[in-house]
């Protein structure tokens, strides 16, 4: 199956992900800041990254920058818990193959990281 590649600062929303997307049969990774995200796509070239906005150290719009050149064929989600329509178009903008809004929904969680996936 897929390997997604969970990044956001809060350890148990991570958790929590990870849980319900290994009980469909993805493997997952994880990161805690945009930093470790862009290193864990250099080392270990997951199939999709799933990654908060607003984090500590680079934030996940300089880090989908940086993801978009390093590793231009994997797909990115991005989910943000801010109100405004900015961050989610600017997501879309530099390449995010969408943005979905806190509190997430796992469902579509899951349903947009399948569509995101080459078949």
Known sequence: MYRI????DEQDLVSYIAAELGAVGFTT???YNGVEAVLKVLDDKPDAVLMDIRMP???GLGALR???RIAPEVPVVMFTGQAGQ???LESTRLGA??????PLA???VINTLRLAMPH
Do not use: H, P, T
């Not at 590649?5 to 956001?8: F, S, T």
């Not at 193959?97 to 806190?102: A, E, Q, T």
């Open 86 to 88: 900015g961050d989610m």
């Open 5 to 8: 590649l969970i990044v956001d």
């Open 66 to 68: 940086i993801i978009r």
């Open 57 to 59: 150290k680079l934030d």
């Open 29 to 31: 990774s994880d990161a």
């Open 97 to 102: 193959f969408s943005c979905l809004s806190k």
């Open 106 to 108: 796992i469902e579509k």
